[in-house]
C-alpha cells in the first residue's frame, strides 16, 4: 500500500483550472449551460475571511456541521465555494442524487437571502469535467458537485448502484479509482488529490474548511466525511498560499453540550428545512426532525482542529445594530502558522467617522452612529517578521426606531404546498425579488394545484410591530389571487381584495391599527376562473421591531 505522503510527492501544481463564476481564477473556456480529539467550542470560529472553501462529503453535510459559521460567511457577503465529492446518492439515482443537489441550491440562495437561481457551468481541471453552478444574483456564492459514489453509511464501501466504490477505499488503496456516477469522469488518489488543489490554487481560499481529520474510519463518524477530510488535508498541504485549514466534527457532534442557539439556531434550523424539502430522507420541519440526529446535529457545531499555513487577519463577520450601542470588532479569529503573538491594526475606511477604543487591541469598541449607515474597517496583523494582508468587515447601522422595513425578508416562509422541481417555493415569496413565470420560476411562490384555501404563513423569531402588508400576484394571467384574509399571531384577521394580474403592481393591505406579531397567515379564500395553481410572486410586511 502507498502512504499518503508518498502520494503528496511532487504533485503541487499538477492540474489546471478553467472555472467560471465568484472568485475563481484564470478565467476561460467556461461553457454556461444557461439553465479523541481536542474538540474546540467556537460558534464564530475562525470563518470570516474574504474567501472560503468548504469541502464536504455530502450534500447536507455543510448546513448541518459547518453552520452557523457557513450562514455567517455568506451575510458576510465573502466569497464562499463549498465542494461536494460524492454524489450523495445512497445508493439510487439520479432523481434521488439531483434533488439534493436543487436542495442545497435553493438552502444557499435562502442564507444568501436572494432569489434561488443559478447558472450552470463546467468547471475544467486537466480531463475531468466537474459541475458548476453559480448564485446568480450573488455571483460570488459557487457550488460545486464532483458526483463520487456514496461510501454508504456503514462499513464504507459503496454500494451495488455504483459498484461498490467509496472515497475511503480509494484512500486506503483497495481500489484504484473512482468514477463519478453520472460517468463523467474517473480519477485515482493523487489525481483527485491534485484536482482538489487545483481548485484551491484557483479560487484561492483564506479559508478552507472540511470534516474530521483529526478523527480515523471506525471512530463514530461517516466513513464519507473522514476521507473527504484526509483528501483536502492532502490538498490542502500542496496550497501554499497563507489559509487556515478547520475541521469540523461530524456525527458524533450529537453527543456535545448544545452550543448554538438564539437567532443562529432558527436561521440554521430554516435553511436546513428548506433543503429537507427536496430530500425525502431527511426532514424538512421542527416536528419532522424532533425524533431524529438531525435535531441534536442542528443545535451543535464544533471544530476538530486547524492546521494555519502563513499569517492570516480575520477581521470578523459582518454586524447589523442599532444606533447609540456600543459595537466590539473581533480580530481573534486571525491565524498564524508559527503560533508566535500577533500584533493588530485597525482603520476604518469607509462611512461615517467614528472612534475606535484602540487600533492596536483584538476586539476595539465604538459607538454606532445616527443609522442608516455602513461602515467598514480593515485589519492587518503582524507577527514581527511580516504583515498579513488586509480583512474588512462591514457594520450595518440600522435606520432608527419608527423606520418601516420589509420584515419579511427576515421571516421563514411556509405553505400548504409549494412545487420544488419548478424552484416555486413558499421562500420565493419572501426573497425581495418581484417576478415569476414566464420569467423567472425561482422569484415566485405557486401551489401544486391549489386554489381557494391555500395558505402561506411568515413566521419570526422575534415580534414586529407591522402597519401594512404588500401583495403581489403571479405575473402570469390565468391564476389571479381574488380575495383572501391575513391573520396575525394575537387572533386579529383583516381581510383584502382582488390582487391586480399582472403580478407587478402590488395590492396594500392598510392594517387598522399597527399589530404586534409573530407570524403572519394569508389565506386565499378566492380565485379566478382560469386559475391552475395560486400563488404569490411577493409578500412584504413594513414594520419595526417589537
Known amino acids: 500500500m502507498v502512504t499518503r505522503r508518498q502520494f503528496l510527492a511532487g504533485a503541487a501544481g499538477a492540474a489546471g483550472a478553467t472555472a467560471l463564476g465568484g472568485h475563481w481564477g484564470q478565467v476561460s473556456d467556461a461553457v454556461s449551460k444557461e439553465t479523541g480529539a481536542v474538540r474546540a467550542y467556537d460558534i464564530s470560529d475562525q470563518a470570516n475571511v474574504s474567501s472560503a472553501m468548504y469541502i464536504v462529503a455530502h450534500q447536507d453535510d455543510s448546513l448541518l456541521f ?33 434533488d439534493r443537489e436543487a436542495g442545497m441550491e435553493a438552502a444557499y440562495a435562502q442564507m444568501a437571502g436572494v432569489a434561488d437561481s443559478w447558472t450552470a457551468s463546467t468547471l475544467t481541471i486537466g480531463s475531468h469535467q466537474i459541475v458548476l453552478d453559480t448564485l446568480t444574483a450573488q455571483p460570488n456564492i459557487t457550488l460545486v458537485f464532483m458526483r463520487l459514489p456514496d461510501g454508504n453509511n456503514g462499513d464504507g464501501t459503496g454500494t451495488a448502484m455504483y459498484d461498490y466504490q467509496s472515497l475511503m477505499q480509494l484512500w486506503q488503496d483497495t481500489e484504484s479509482t473512482i468514477t463519478a456516477v453520472d460517468g463523467s469522469t474517473s480519477y485515482d488518489l493523487q489525481d483527485l488529490i491534485d484536482t482538489l488543489a487545483a481548485m484551491m490554487n484557483s479560487f484561492q481560499p483564506q479559508l478552507i474548511a472540511t470534516q474530521d481529520f483529526v478523527n480515523t474510519f471506525g471512530d463514530g463518524d461517516h466513513m464519507d466525511h473522514y476521507a473527504t477530510a484526509y483528501l483536502a488535508q492532502s490538498a490542502h498541504e500542496l496550497f501554499t498560499l497563507p489559509h487556515n485549514f478547520v475541521g469540523y466534527e461530524g456525527y458524533p457532534v450529537g453527543s456535545l453540550a448544545a452550543n448554538v442557539s438564539g437567532g443562529l439556531l432558527f436561521t440554521k434550523q430554516a435553511v436546513f428545512y428548506t433543503y429537507g424539502g427536496f430530500d425525502d430522507l431527511t426532514c424538512s420541519s421542527a416536528a419532522s426532525c424532533s425524533s431524529t440526529p438531525y435535531a441534536a446535529w442542528l443545535e451543535r457545531q464544533y471544530t476538530v482542529g486547524s492546521e494555519p499555513v502563513g499569517l492570516v487577519a480575520n477581521a470578523g463577520f459582518a454586524q447589523t445594530v442599532d444606533p447609540g450601542v456600543v459595537v466590539q470588532l473581533d480580530g481573534s479569529l486571525s491565524s498564524n502558522q508559527g503560533g508566535t503573538p500577533l500584533s493588530c491594526l485597525w482603520a476604518q475606511t469607509a462611512g461615517s467617522a467614528v472612534t475606535l477604543s484602540s487600533t492596536t487591541i483584538v476586539n476595539p469598541t465604538f459607538t454606532a452612529p445616527t443609522g442608516p449607515a455602513t461602515l467598514t474597517f480593515s485589519l492587518t496583523v503582524s507577527n514581527g517578521s511580516e504583515t498579513s494582508a488586509p480583512s474588512t468587515v462591514t457594520i450595518t447601522v440600522a435606520a432608527g426606531s419608527g423606520a418601516d422595513t420589509n420584515v419579511a425578508l427576515l421571516a421563514t416562509a411556509t405553505a400548504s404546498s409549494q412545487n420544488p422541481s419548478t424552484g416555486q417555493l413558499a421562500s420565493s415569496a419572501i426573497d425581495g425579488v418581484i417576478s415569476g413565470y414566464p420569467k423567472d420560476n425561482a422569484a415566485e411562490w405557486a401551489t401544486e394545484g391549489g386554489g381557494a384555501g391555500s395558505w402561506l404563513r411568515l413566521t419570526w423569531a422575534e415580534s414586529y410591530t407591522i402597519d401594512h402588508v404588500v401583495l403581489y400576484d403571479r405575473p402570469n394571467f390565468d391564476d389571479q389571487i381574488t380575495s383572501g384574509t391575513l391573520t396575525f399571531s394575537d387572533g386579529t384577521v383583516v381581510s383584502f381584495g382582488a390582487l391586480p394580474n399582472d403580478g407587478t403592481t402590488g395590492l396594500t393591505v392598510t392594517l387598522p391599527s399597527a399589530i404586534t406579531t409573530t407570524a403572519l397567515l394569508m389565506t386565499v379564500t378566492g380565485v379566478s376562473s382560469t386559475t391552475l395553481n395560486i400563488g404569490l410572486s411577493e409578500i412584504e410586511a413594513w414594520g419595526v421591531a417589537g
Do not use: K, R
Open 66 to 98: 459547518q453552520s452557523p459559521s457557513l450562514l455567517q460567511n455568506i451575510q458576510s457577503n465573502g466569497y464562499v465555494c463549498t465542494v461536494h465529492l460524492t454524489a450523495g446518492d445512497n445508493g439510487f439515482g439520479e432523481s434521488y442524487w439531483g
